[in-house]
């Protein structure tokens, strides 16, 4: 069996989420400590809001759950997928770094190779609610943003995170299912796993529907996410084809 750092390095290059074992250098702190820093949090915040921007406490929390939600995700739901295993993602076990500016940098996993995590997907999902139960309380008292909101949030990450994988590694069943034992678990993300699925010339688009609106919509020049609840199925399914378009367009250099 191949170490669980040389995993580790190939699932995070799959997802895109650099995840590390670690951590090495100046700037980490323990996830779980981080996760009740009002003050720290309040700055990151600030920095999320810069970033978007907004000056709403609520649609910055909920962005800053859904980060740490999907890097926290990403990386190990790639790796569950393609090795079947997971390293200790425990709230004690794992580090975080902030960026100088907006938001985080990476993750760090102080993970003991002799101790994967399990059981699988049930796994995940207990360990990111662990995560996530100390900074949904933080953010709400920063921000206002109802609990369950940042819940539902944080259990659309980690389906994201699934279903993300299987498009890379081309194995979408599997990873739908992996989801959904991972949401069917009784923690706070607990929720449905629906994926539309939009005929675009003959190929099918698979387009996650989430269970919450993360109010990105309410920036700026945003505009609803192709994924949100509350986009009627008839405007999901041409906003789709339009920005397929959009992309291959950009890649073709038209």
């Known amino acids: 069996m191949t170490s669980l750092a040389a995993t580790l390095r ?3 290059d799959a997802s895109g989420t650099p995840l590390e074992l670690g951590p090495d250098g100046p700037g980490w702190m323990p996830a779980a400590e981080l996760a009740v820093d009002r003050e720290r949090l309040g700055d ?3 920095r999320i809001g810069a970033e978007m921007p907004s000056d709403r406490a609520d649609v910055c929390a909920q962005r800053l759950v859904e980060i740490w939600a999907w890097y926290l995700a990403a990386a190990p739901a790639a790796m569950l997928l393609a090795e079947g295993r997971l390293p200790d993602l425990s709230p004690d076990r794992v580090h975080v770094r902030l960026a100088s500016g907006p938001t985080f940098t990476a993750f ?3 993970a003991d190779e002799r101790a994967p995590r ?12 662990a995560h996530l139960e100390p900074l949904v309380e933080t953010l709400n ?8 909101a940042l819940w539902r949030g944080g259990g659309d990450r980690l389906v994201a995170a699934f279903l993300w994988a299987g498009e890379a590694l081309g194995r979408h069943p599997e990873s739908v299912a992996l989801a959904r034992e991972a949401l069917a678990e009784e923690t706070p993300l607990r929720g449905p796993v629906k994926v539309a699925e939009i005929d675009v010339g003959g190929n099918v688009e698979r ?3 989430r269970n919450g609106c993360c109010i990105w919509h309410v920036c700026a020049g945003a505009e609803v996410c192709l994924t949100c609840p509350i986009l009627c199925e008839d405007e999901r399914a041409v906003r789709t084809r339009e920005w397929l378009a959009e992309r291959d367009g950009a890649a ?3």
């Open 141 to 148: 008292a920063l921000s206002g943003r109802p609990r369950r």
């Open 252 to 254: 073709s250099g038209s």
């Open 44 to 46: 990151a915040l600030d």
């Open 118 to 129: 399990g059981p699988g997907a049930a796994g995940l999902a207990a360990d990111l609610a």
């Open 108 to 110: 760090a996993l102080a």
């Open 207 to 209: 387009i996650q529907i």
């Open 10 to 12: 190939r699932a995070s």
